[in-house]
């Protein structure tokens, strides 16, 4: 998970901009961690046994973040996940970071689209979320976390993080 500095800065070295979904190992903290507790209280027993090879693996990815084409003068982000069959439950965010001109990290941005930067489905095979800002001459990068649950392994979350590669001024400002 990012350690978010007492300044807001994202301090910890990015995930991969793409990534298979796992089974949790670390849940010392992060989003998810609430989450998969109130799961794991509710949903028993929480033993992780791995999809069989015939489901094929979901995977996350965080795209580079680039002038969007819709809001003019913006920076959009999307997170995408993709499962080569339905899965019971499919949930991630996307994030936008800043960087905050000190040389070192970045900062969380609010979206300017709420609702559009999580993606929450059910029976589904492929959930897009989207987290755009105000375009400014700034190095922007894009973060997402997520979780699926596999049909017949209800009580398990399988968990991805994936950042997107930096991108400086992807409106063209400067």
């Not at 979904?21 to 670390?26: E, G, I, L, V």
């Not at 989003?31 to 033993?47: A, E, K, L, Y």
């Not at 589904?124 to 979780?147: D, Q």
């Amino acid at each position: 998970m990012f350690a978010v500095t007492p300044s807001g800065v994202f301090a910890d070295p990015p995930a991969p901009t793409s990534a298979e979904y796992t089974s949790p190992k670390d849940t010392s903290g992060g989003v998810f961690n609430d989450i998969s507790n109130w799961i794991s209280s509710i949903r028993i027993p929480r033993v992780y046994t791995p999809p069989s090879p015939s489901l094929g693996s979901c995977r996350q990815n965080t795209d580079r973040a680039h002038h969007s084409s819709t809001h003019p003068g913006r920076v959009n982000v999307h997170v995408t996940a993709r499962c080569p069959t339905n899965v019971a439950e499919m949930y991630h965010t996307a994030a936008i970071m800043r960087s905050n001109n000190s040389g070192f990290g970045y900062e969380a941005l609010p979206t300017l689209t709420p609702g559009r930067d999580v993606f929450h489905g059910f029976g589904v095979r492929r959930g897009t979320a989207v987290a755009n800002t105000h375009c400014s001459v700034h190095w922007f990068r894009g973060t997402g976390e997520g979780y699926v649950i596999y049909y017949g392994f209800e009580g398990t979350l399988a968990t991805a993080e994936t950042t997107g590669l930096p991108a400086y001024d992807p409106c063209g400002l400067d």
